[in-house]
């Protein structure tokens, strides 16, 4: 049974529905008018985001993308040693918003926790480039992992985690990945992703999360989606999920993506693909990334870690 928003969710929630609701703060429709570049560097508030592992080495790169050169950051922490195992790790926005700043935090901090290199990557956003574009750039900076194996990575032992729009590429490229680079993608974490364009679930009118009703999901698939809107490495739920690696499938409560990250998670589980699946009750969707005021966002982080190196191993190199 779904629990109230926690404090001091409740209360910023409350003021962001009326800064949107008085156009003091753009909704997702408004937000697309804003310069792509401006999107690419927006970032969660700082009180939002907490103490940050200033620790973590970061090293800024850029991919030869099939469409063009794509930002990303590696991680790793002071005493990463070659051979490591290594993270790929896409933001969320809604397809349309975010960039390398967005999920800084959490790329440190689960680089802090499992000792691995973690690689955070800038793809293009909607609506200027729609689906493949960001896909593919999420594929290219894969292949560049375990290609040029950045920080001296071990290509054998990767995995991948997105949340929310990251999710659903993070999913997709695990799928494509099967169907046809077969690069050793070891684990997938999946944070409340968007799997149904169809939008069928009622929480899309229900869930109260400001700026995320139907009109907002309707607009993202318009703009990612467009007329591939029915294609399984968008709408997962229609893709082939047997045969892929290990899952971590996370869902909340408070989210108009409750139910198909729910559903998403016994997909995997009926094709036969071993699936760790947590519900938080209490929650909103994007939780994870605020741990600055969200304690289970902290707890997830740890559960996340230490699920993704029970299937990767240890983080030191292994003959």
Partial sequence: MARPLPQPIRTIFGIYRVLIKTRLMPGPAAAVEVPQAERLAGK????????????????????????????????????????????????????????????????????????????????????????????EDCQDVLRWMAEEQPRGLDPRRLAIAGESAGANLAAAVVIANRDGARHSILHQTIVYPFTDTTLASTDWDTSGMPGTDRSAGELMVRLYAGPEKDNPL????????????????????????????????????????PTRHRHYDNMPHGFLVLPGVIREARTSLDEIAAEIMKRLGPETAIA
């Fill in 44 to 135: 969660p508030p700082g009180f939002m985001v907490g103490k940050v592992d200033t620790d973590i080495r970061t090293w800024d790169d850029t991919v030869k993308g099939r469409g063009g050169p794509i930002p990303v950051r590696v991680y790793a922490r002071p005493d990463s040693q070659p051979g490591a195992p290594a993270i790929l790790f896409l933001h969320g926005g809604g397809f349309i918003q975010g960039g390398l700043d967005h999920t800084d935090h959490l790329q440190r901090a689960l680089a802090a926790r499992t000792g691995y290199v973690v690689v955070g990557a800038s793809y293009r956003l909607a609506p200027e480039h729609p689906f493949p574009a960001a896909f």
């Fill in 234 to 273: 968008i709408d997962l739920l229609r893709a082939d999920l047997t045969g892929l690696p290990p899952a971590m499938v996370i869902s909340c409560e408070h989210d108009p993506l409750r139910t198909d990250s729910i559903r998403y998670a016994e997909a995997l589980s009926a094709a036969g693909v």
